[in-house]
C-alpha cells in the first residue's frame, strides 16, 4: 500500500516551496552523468590487496599442482639428431660429356627436407626397419600387421619434433620417448631411413625414365624394322638397285643406280671415243696431205682389230670391272694390237696415211656404237626415276625412324650409366645418443609455471570477482560509478560496543570520520549545511540510521539545536520512554509538533520517534501533514536531520525527499551493488530531491562481497534483528 503513489510535478513544487525561498535549498532536478568503469592502476591496486589471500591461494595451488604434476608424469627421453643439407649434383655421363643438373634455392631445400622428415611414408619406413610393428610394448599385440604398422607409424610421428633453421644448413631433430634406448635407436633409424628414403626417391625417379625411354626405344625400333621391310620389298619388286654410300636422309640420285652408273660410264667412254675420233680424223687427214697413206695402210686392219676390242671393252666395262679375267685379257690383246700397230706404222712409214684411216674409221664406228648405246641406257635411267619416287620416300622414312632411334638409344645409355642418383644432399653431423637423464618432467619449469599460471589465475579471478560484484567500495567508486561526490568514508567498527560509544569519544575513528563528512556537508549548497536534510540508503542495514544520529549529535556538539526525525514508520531505529508520542500521531492529527518531541541526554538534541507503527506509512506521508510538520519544527530547530527508510522497494523515502529536498545517501562499502545505488539515486531524482553527496559506510581495506540480495523490508520480517538508538528522553517541552 502507497507504494503507487505518484507526485506531479505541480504537487512537488507546492510541497517544497515553502522551503525553497527562506531556508536557502531548494528542490531542483539534477542530470549527473554515471562515468564507465575503467580499470586505472589504483583500481588494480586496490582490487589485488583486497583479493590478496585469494591471489595467494590461487598462486599456492598452483605450485602444487605443478609438483604433483612433476611427480606424476612418466619421465620422458629426448635423442637428437642433427642433419646437414646441401645443394644435389646429379651427373649424367656419355663417351664424350659430363654434366650437373640444376639443384633448387637452399632455403627452399632445407625446408623441403624438414617437410619430408615429418611425413608418414619416411615413419612407416622407420617402422619396418627397425621392426617396431612387432613390438608389443611399442604398438600392443592386437590388431592385425596393417593396423600395427599404422600405429608404430603415429607413434614415431607423434614423438618426432623437427626444429626448421631460419637460416643455415641444419636440421636438428628429435625424438621423445619413455624409454631411453629406444629413443636413441628411433632417432638414429629415422635419419638413416630418410637418407635412404631419397636416394630410393631419386632411383625411382630415373628408373621411371629409363622404363619410359625403354618403351619408346622399343616402339621406334618396330617402326624402323617396318619401314626398312617396306624399303626392301619395294626395291626388289621394282629391280631397283641402288649403289649409293652417301649418308642418311640424303637419298641417291640417277648415278646411285645400277643403270645410272652404267650411263655415267658409258658417257664417259663415248666421250673419250669421240676425242679418239677427232684426234683420227685429224691425223689422217694431216697424213694424207703429208703423203703418209702408205703407213696408215699397212697398220689397218690392226687398228680395225684394236678398235673392235676397244668397243667390246667399253662395251663389257659396264658389265665387268676391270680387273675381270675377260677384261684384263681384252686389255692384253689391245695393248698387243697398239704395239704391232705401232711397229708397222715404224716399218711402213710410207703407209701411214692409210693406217691413220683405218684408226680414224675405227674411232669412229666405235663412237658411233657408244652413242647408241647411251641412247638405250638413257631410257632406262629415265623409266628408273618414276620408280624411284616412292622408293626415295620410304628411303626417307627409314633414316627418319633411325635417327629416332639412335637419339633414344644414346639417351638411355647416358642415364644407364649416370643411374640419376648423385650424391644423397643430406647427411648426418651428429648421431643420437642413449639420454642420461630425463628432459621431462622439468621440475624447475613445472614450479614456475604453476607459479606464473597460478598468479595469473589468482588475478583473473579478482578481476572476475570484481566485476561480477560490481559494489560501491571507495570514494573513486562513488565518484565513478555514482558520479556524486564522496562526503566521507566511515570505517567499520572493530571490537564489541556501539555507535554511541564510538561517538562519545571524539578522538575516535568513526567520530573522526563523521566530523569530515558535517564539514563536506557545509560546502554541500550554496548556503552552507542543508537546514533541513533526508539521511536514505539503497538497502537496509547500510548505516544511515547510526549515520543519521551521528551527523544530529555533531550538530548539536558545535552549539546548534537539533531535531532528528525517525521517519521510518516500517522499521524505526530510535526509541523513547514510550511510543504514545511520534510522528505518527502527528501524521493524523493536527497536534502541535512540540508536544512529541522528546529530550534526548545529548545536550541540544531532540528526537521526534516514530510513534506506533501504522499500516499504512505511504498513505500517510503521502499527505500535505509532513510537510507541515517540518515547516513548524524549522521554525524552532536549527537543523533537522531526518532518517527515512531505504529507497528501493519503498515509495516513503522518494516521498519524504519531495518534501524535504536535500537528501544524503548512505552506501555500505562492499554490500551496496551499483546497479541498486544508481536505481537509488534514479528514484530520489526523479522525485526532485536534491542528492548532497553519499556517505560511504562500514569500510575496510577488506570489503566483503555478498551475492545478489532480495531487499524485504517490512513488519514480518524477523531473520535480522536491528539494533536500536535508545534515547533517554526527558518530558516534553512545553
Known amino acids: 500500500m502507497g ?50 589471500w585469494l591471489i595467494a591461494g590461487t598462486t599456492g595451488l598452483g605450485i602444487v599442482l605443478a609438483l604433483l604434476a612433476a611427480l606424476m608424469t612418466t619421465p620422458m627421453y629426448r635423442a637428437d639428431v642433427i642433419l646437414e643439407v646441401s645443394s644435389p649434383t646429379v651427373e649424367i655421363l656419355d663417351e664424350n660429356r659430363r654434366e650437373s643438373a640444376s639443384a633448387p634455392p637452399l632455403w627452399d631445400l632445407v625446408q623441403t627436407q624438414a617437410g619430408l622428415l615429418r611425413s ?25 600387421a596393417a593396423s600395427r604398422l599404422r600405429a608404430a ?101 640417277d648415278a646411285s643406280s645400277l643403270q645410272g652408273e652404267s650411263l655415267v660410264a658409258l658417257n664417259k667412254a663415248l666421250a673419250d671415243a669421240t676425242a679418239r675420233r677427232v684426234m683420227a680424223e685429224g691425223a689422217y687427214r694431216q697424213a694424207r696431205l703429208a703423203g703418209a697413206a702408205d703407213a696408215t695402210q699397212t697398220t689397218q686392219a690392226l687398228r680395225q682389230s684394236r678398235a673392235a676390242l676397244e668397243a667390246e671393252y667399253q662395251e663389257k666395262r659396264t658389265l665387268m670391272k676391270p680387273d675381270h679375267p675377260d677384261m684384263l685379257s681384252l686389255r692384253s690383246r689391245i695393248e698387243e694390237l697398239d704395239r704391232q700397230i705401232t711397229s708397222e706404222g715404224a716399218q711402213a712409214a710410207g703407209g701411214r696415211a692409210s693406217t691413220l684411216l683405218a684408226e680414224y674409221r675405227g674411232a669412229l664406228s666405235a663412237e658411233n656404237a657408244l652413242r647408241s648405246r647411251v641412247a638405250g641406257l638413257k631410257g632406262s635411267v629415265l623409266d628408273l626415276r618414276g620408280r624411284s619416287i616412292r622408293y626415295n620416300i620410304l628411303q626417307r622414312e627409314v633414316d627418319t625412324n633411325r635417327g629416332l632411334y639412335d637419339a633414344l638409344l644414346s639417351r638411355y645409355k647416358e642415364i644407364g650409366v649416370a643411374g640419376g642418383i648423385g650424391a644423397s644432399p643430406v647427411s648426418i653431423v651428429d648421431r643420437a645418443t642413449v639420454p642420461s637423464g630425463p628432459y621431462k618432467p622439468n621440475l624447475l619449469f613445472n614450479l614456475i609455471a604453476g607459479l606464473g599460471l597460478g598468479l595469473l589465475a589468482g588475478i583473473a579471478a579478482a578481476l572476475a570477482l570484481e566485476f561480477i560484484h560490481d559494489t560501491i567500495k571507495t570514494r573513486e567508486d562513488v565518484r565513478q560509478k555514482l558520479g556524486l561526490a564522496c562526503l566521507g568514508v566511515v570505517p567499520r567498527r572493530r571490537g564489541k560496543g556501539t555507535v554511541v560509544e564510538d561517538l562519545k569519544d571524539a578522538g575516535s575513528a568513526v567520530s573522526e570520520a563523521y566530523s569530515a563528512v558535517l564539514a563536506a556537508l557545509r560546502f554541500s549548497t ?49 526509541r523513547g520512554a514510550s511510543n504514545r508520542q511520534g510522528l505518527t500521531k502527528l501524521l493524523t492529527n493536527d497536534e502541535p509538533v512540540r508536544g512529541h518531541i522528546l529530550e534526548t541526554q545529548f545536550e541540544n538534541l531532540w528526537l521526534l520517534p516514530c510513534g506506533p507503527t501504522p499500516p499504512n506509512p505511504a498513505d500517510l506521508l503521502s499527505t500535505g501533514r509532513f510537510k507541515e510538520i517540518v515547516t513548524e519544527a524549522s521554525e524552532h530547530f536549527d537543523r533537522i536531520i531526518v532518517d527515512a527508510p531505504p529507497v528501493l522497494g519503498l515509495a516513503d523515502s522518494s516521498l519524504l525527499a519531495a518534501v524535504v529536498g536535500n537528501v544524503m545517501i548512505v552506501v555500505e562499502a562492499g554490500r551496496t551493488r551499483t546497479h541498486a545505488a544508481k536505481e537509488a539515486i534514479g528514484r530520489l531524482q526523479a522525485a526532485g530531491a536534491h542528492i548532497v553527496g553519499v556517505t560511504l559506510t562500514k569500510s575496510t581495506e577488506e570489503a566483503s562481497h555478498y551475492g545478489s540480495r532480495l531487499y524485504q523490508y517490512g513488519y514480518k520480517q524477523v531473520d535480522e534483528k536491528r539494533n536500536e538508538i535508545v534515547m533517554i528522553s526527558h518530558q516534553p517541552e512545553s
Do not use: C, M
Not at 505541480?10 to 562515468?35: C, E, S
Open 120 to 144: 608418414r611414408s619416411l615413419a612407416e619406413r622407420v617402422a619396418q626397419d627397425l621392426n617396431l610393428a612387432s613390438d608389443p610394448e611399442f604398438v600392443g599385440s592386437g590388431g592385425d
Open 153 to 253: 607409424a603415429g607413434r614415431i610421428q607423434g614423438g618426432l619434433t623437427v626444429e626448421t633453421p631460419e637460416e643455415g644448413q641444419l636440421i636438428k631433430f628429435s625424438y621423445v620417448s619413455d624409454s631411453p634406448v629406444l629413443a636413441a635407436r628411433v632417432a638414429n633409424g629415422i635419419a638413416d631411413s630418410f637418407i635412404d628414403s631419397g636416394l630410393q626417391r631419386r632411383y625411382d625417379a630415373s628408373a621411371h625414365a629409363r622404363r619410359f625411354l625403354q618403351q619408346q626405344i622399343a616402339k621406334t625400333r618396330a617402326d624402323l624394322e617396318r619401314s626398312e621391310r617396306q624399303l626392301v620389298a619395294y626395291a626388289q619388286s621394282e629391280g631397283i638397285i641402288n649403289t649409293s654410300s652417301g649418308q642418311p636422309g640424303q637419298p641417291g640420285g
Open 526 to 574: 550554496e548556503h552552507g549545511a542543508p537546514k533541513v536534510l533526508l539521511v536514505t540508503s539503497s538497502v537496509a542495514s547500510e548505516g544511515k540510521s547510526s549515520s543519521a544520529f551521528a551527523l544530529a549529535q555533531n550538530f548539536s556538539r558545535r552549539g546548534e539545536t537539533v531535531l532528528l526525525i525517525d521517519s521510518d514508520l516500517r522499521r524505526p531505529a530510535f
Open 3 to 52: 507504494n503507487d503513489v505518484a507526485l506531479t510535478p505541480a504537487d512537488r513544487q507546492q510541497i517544497v516551496d515553502p522551503f525553497a525561498p527562506g531556508r536557502g535549498h531548494g528542490l531542483h532536478w539534477q542530470d549527473r552523468p554515471h562515468a564507465d568503469r575503467a580499470l586505472d592502476f589504483a583500481s588494480l591496486v586496490r582490487i589485488l590487496t583486497e583479493y590478496r
